[in-house]
């Protein structure tokens, strides 16, 4: 049982590049979320979905943008880096109201 | 706007004695809570949680009560253990509201032989 698979673990970005994150999950949840997660900081929520199709933004979109066009899948894109886009990324799916948690994507741009 | 505020960074604990850790919120839509434990490297992973009708839930060693008038709520873990040592974060979420998650800024527990 795979969970939320995140690609990939690890990535260095120069300014001004893009990049998608790669999210899926194969337990079938209608809800996905995009969080990331800065030193000594909670999670930030970025942006969710509560189904295929349909996308919405949380607390710290801008920057960033997703689709959805599959249940199983929620790509987070990044269009032009920015040094403050520096954090570890984390998606989740929701089952109820317990989130399962992808092991994150920790991305540095220099 | 921190809604969910936990106010200690860290926390040291002994091995086998009781670890306190408290959650503070501010918005009071917030009808359910979630804490949350993460391992270095790792994502977060779900460990108890409590809904806004209740004052307290039971799984193991694990304790979660919840105060709505003082909108403060705590986890309690007994007898604590090595393997404990982790971050936790306590998160709320308000129905109707996406089933979005907000999370506090979390609360490094090291649990010392």
């Known amino acids: 049982n795979a969970g939320v698979t995140q690609t990939p673990k690890f990535r260095i970005l120069k300014i001004g590049q893009s990049m998608t994150l790669q999210c899926a999950q194969d337990?079938?949840?209608?809800?996905m979320y995009w969080y990331r997660q800065d030193p000594g900081m909670g999670l930030k929520l970025i942006y969710y979905?509560?189904?295929?199709?349909?996308?919405d933004k949380g607390e710290v979109p801008n920057g960033y943008n997703v689709s959805r066009s599959t249940t199983e899948d929620f790509p987070l894109r990044l269009e032009l880096a920015a040094p403050s886009q520096t954090s570890v990324y984390f998606c989740?799916?929701?089952?109820?109201?317990?989130?399962?948690f992808g092991q994150g994507t920790r991305l540095t741009v220099v | 706007d921190q809604q969910v505020k936990q106010n200690s960074p860290s926390l040291s604990v002994q091995e086998g004695r009781i670890s306190i850790l408290n959650c503070d919120y501010t918005?009071?839509?917030?009808?359910?809570f979630l804490w949350y434990k993460k391992y270095p490297a790792e994502g977060p992973t779900f460990l108890i949680s409590?809904?806004?009708?209740?004052d307290k839930n039971e799984d193991g060693r694990f304790t979660v009560f919840l105060n709505k008038s003082a909108k403060h709520l705590s986890l309690h873990i007994v007898p604590s253990q090595p393997g404990d040592s982790a971050v936790y974060f306590c998160?709320?979420?308000?129905?109707?509201?996406?089933?979005?998650?907000?999370f506090g800024t979390g609360t490094q527990l090291k649990v010392e032989l």
């Open positions: 337990m079938n949840h209608n809800y």
């Open positions: 409590i809904s806004s009708i209740k």
């Open positions: 918005n009071s839509m917030f009808d359910y």
């Open positions: 998160a709320a979420s308000a129905t109707g509201g996406g089933n979005k998650l907000t």
């Open positions: 989740a799916s929701l089952r109820n109201t317990e989130a399962f």
């Open positions: 979905s509560v189904g295929a199709g349909i996308t």
